[in-house]
């Protein structure tokens, strides 16, 4: 009786070729899930990436307006005789920067130098999008008919920074000085691009610079400001100074850091393919404890953001690995069937052995295609 009973037991244990190719069916689908989730994921933050570098492109192009829009002519009419002032920057300080709070602070010494009497571009120029914080004039020259000014201004500029590829992001972040007592047929900026630069001692926490340009642009204003000597409907144009400066993430150890507690939980919850699935308290236990894990770090980096709709490379990174985390606890649950309800131990095991294979490989397929589609 004792030996039909193992004989029985044992034919139970055996893995039949059904059973076995199930396994491999199951890995290759989740394998196949895997890679199709990096393809899609990291293709749209490379689409991402590829539309942003467009953008930063356009916004220091002259020939581009705003949001890729055409913009008002660069030639003026034939009766436009302007003041033509030459200005240029120099960036001493990047005082500090906020992607959450959608600002940053910038120390500059902002030149003119231009020929006339009829037009003051330094008298009351304006940063565009920007509060000027101090504003003291550092030197006066006067030769003849040419003047020149120079400031030393603190100025605070709003900034809706792009986080959708946030930590792996790049920004280019412009100083647009206007002067709005003058329209661009009466005063033209003309860059100083040979003196205009960044000093080499501007650093910003995160971030570093990596290239720089300035330009003149004409902005058009979609109303007369009341002015009633532009007819209605008139665009009132302004000689617009532009310098920017080109920032993005350098290295690694920024987004090893955001993420390593979460790639440790998903490690853990992995482990749990080492237990024995009637071991429920340890089995299941470690992905729970895992997810919790997850979560309280998808709110951290969540925190780090502004408070938008826009799905980021780091909610992406977080939901991965949550997804991960559940579907280990899913074949948790069919490995423990296997092995008490069918009493199928052995099959139970190879289950668990693939199973770990697999989602060790697509998980690191997909955390790797993901960084790399995001950085510059």
Same mark, same amino acid.
């Given at each position: 009786?004792?030996?039909?009973?193992?004989?029985?037991?044992?034919e139970?244990?055996?893995?039949?070729?059904?059973?076995?190719?199930?396994?491999?069916?199951?890995?290759?689908?989740?394998?196949?899930?895997?890679?199709?989730?990096?393809?899609?994921t990291?293709?749209?933050?490379y689409?991402?990436k590829?539309?942003?570098?467009?953008?930063?492109?356009d916004?220091?192009?002259?020939?581009?307006? &705003?949001?890729?829009?055409?913009p *008002?002519? @660069?030639?003026? =009419?034939?009766?436009?005789? $302007?003041?033509? #002032?030459?200005?240029?920057?120099?960036?001493?300080?990047?005082?500090?920067?906020?992607?959450?709070?959608?600002?940053?602070?910038?120390?500059?010494?902002?030149?003119?130098?231009?020929n006339?009497t009829?037009?003051?571009?330094?008298?009351?120029?304006?940063?565009?999008?920007?509060?000027?914080e101090?504003?003291?004039?550092?030197?006066?020259?006067?030769?003849?008919?040419?003047?020149y000014?120079?400031y030393?201004?603190?100025?605070?500029?709003?900034?809706?920074?792009?986080?959708?590829?946030f930590?792996r992001?790049?920004?280019?972040?412009?100083?647009?000085?206007?002067?709005?007592a003058?329209?661009r047929?009466?005063?033209?900026f003309v860059?100083?691009?040979?003196?205009?630069?960044?000093?080499?001692r501007?650093?910003?926490?995160?971030?570093?610079?990596?290239? &720089?340009g300035?330009?003149?642009? *004409?902005? @058009?204003?979609? =109303?007369?400001?009341?002015? $009633?000597?532009? #007819?209605?409907?008139?665009?009132?144009?302004?000689?617009?100074?532009?310098?920017?400066?080109?920032?993005h993430?350098?290295g690694?150890g920024?987004?090893?850091?955001?993420?390593?507690?979460?790639?440790?939980?998903?490690?853990?919850?992995?482990?749990?393919?080492?237990?024995?699935?009637?071991?429920?308290?340890?089995?299941?236990?470690?992905?729970?404890g895992?997810?919790?894990?997850?979560?309280?770090?998808?709110?951290?980096?969540?925190?780090?953001?502004?408070?938008?709709?826009?799905?980021?490379?780091?909610?992406?990174?977080?939901?991965?690995?949550?997804?991960?985390?559940?579907?280990?606890?899913?074949?948790?649950?069919?490995?423990?069937?296997?092995?008490?309800?069918?009493?199928?131990?052995?099959?139970?095991?190879?289950?668990?052995?693939?199973?770990?294979?697999?989602?060790?490989?697509?998980?690191?397929?997909?955390?790797?295609?993901?960084?790399?589609?995001?950085?510059?």
């Amino acid at each position: 009786m004792s030996d039909e009973h193992d004989r029985q037991m044992d034919e139970r244990d055996t893995i039949t070729p059904t059973e076995r190719r199930n396994v491999w069916i199951w890995a290759v689908t989740l394998f196949v899930f895997f890679a199709a989730a990096a393809l899609v994921t990291a293709g749209a933050v490379y689409k991402n990436k590829i539309a942003s570098i467009e953008r930063h492109r356009d916004r220091m192009n002259p020939d581009v307006g &705003e949001g890729g829009t055409k913009p *008002p002519p @660069a030639a003026l =009419s034939a009766e436009a005789n $302007p003041v033509r #002032a030459q200005v240029g920057i120099y960036i001493d300080r990047i005082i500090d920067l906020s992607v959450k709070e959608a600002r940053w602070t910038v120390d500059f010494y902002l030149w003119f130098r231009w020929n006339g009497t009829g037009v003051d571009p330094s008298e009351n120029f304006q940063i565009v999008d920007g509060t000027i914080e101090s504003k003291e004039k550092a030197d006066e020259y006067t030769s003849g008919g040419e003047r020149y000014v120079l400031y030393r201004v603190v100025a605070r500029i709003t900034k809706f920074f792009d986080v959708s590829r946030f930590p792996r992001d790049d920004h280019v972040l412009t100083i647009n000085i206007e002067s709005p007592a003058s329209e661009r047929r009466e005063l033209l900026f003309v860059a100083d691009k040979e003196s205009s630069g960044v000093s080499s001692r501007v650093r910003i926490p995160g971030y570093s610079t990596y290239q &720089e340009g300035v330009l003149e642009k *004409p902005h @058009a204003y979609r =109303s007369t400001h009341g002015d $009633p000597r532009l #007819a209605a409907g008139t665009e009132k144009v302004q000689s617009q100074f532009r310098m920017g400066v080109w920032i993005h993430r350098q290295g690694s150890g920024f987004y090893l850091k955001m993420f390593v507690a979460l790639f440790a939980a998903v490690g853990v919850a992995m482990l749990a393919f080492f237990i024995k699935p009637t071991d429920v308290d340890p089995r299941f236990g470690l992905g729970v404890g895992a997810l919790g894990a997850v979560i309280v770090n998808t709110y951290v980096t969540s925190s780090l953001v502004p408070d938008t709709g826009v799905i980021t490379l780091a909610d992406i990174v977080n939901h991965v690995g949550i997804l991960t985390i559940f579907l280990s606890l899913l074949q948790s649950a069919i490995s423990l069937y296997l092995y008490e309800k069918r009493g199928k131990k052995t099959l139970s095991r190879l289950f668990d052995q693939v199973s770990f294979v697999v989602f060790l490989a697509g998980y690191l397929v997909i955390n790797l295609a993901l960084p790399w589609a995001a950085t510059l």
